[in-house]
């Protein structure tokens, strides 16, 4: 299903007038990223970086891969923003942030490539998505009405 959805959000991101994403990603990049994360990115989620890197689209911004610049960046780097909140907010090791809903949580990639929320000095997560790709599908289709 997910690549079904990444699929589908890639159609809708295409077609948008105010898409806004860094662009594609070389391979070196993207495995320097999961490196530096100590964890494997999910096929849909690496393939989106792969493709767009990072960005916005009808106000939605999803995080991914900018630079290698892991240490002094900004969103919508995630690779930064998931290394920083691990130190800052406790963030478990085992989640990658790809998203944040302007209610102070945030969505989080889990093994297995489930999305999540996840809550700041919170232990529980709560499930969105069967995978990035039915999450970005479905984000994307909110923001565009």
């Not at 916005?56 to 290698?68: A, L, M, N």
């Amino acid at each position: 299903m997910s690549d079904a959805g990444y699929r589908a959000a890639r159609e809708l991101i295409d077609g948008a007038e105010d898409a806004d994403f860094v662009g594609p990603r070389p391979e070196e990049l993207v495995a320097a990223a999961e490196r530096a994360l100590g964890l494997e990115f999910p096929p849909d989620y690496r393939r989106f970086v792969l493709d767009l890197g990072a960005g916005d689209v009808g106000g939605e911004e999803f995080f991914g891969v900018v630079d290698d610049d892991f240490e002094d960046a900004a969103i919508p780097d995630g690779v930064w923003l998931t290394l920083r909140e691990r130190q800052d907010s406790g963030l478990p090791g085992d989640l990658i942030l790809v998203h944040a809903p302007g209610d102070g949580s945030y969505h989080a990639i889990e093994p297995g490539g489930i999305v999540v929320r996840w809550v700041p000095g919170e232990a529980r997560r709560d499930l969105v998505a069967s995978g990035f790709g039915e999450f970005l599908r479905r984000t994307v289709e909110d923001a565009l009405g």
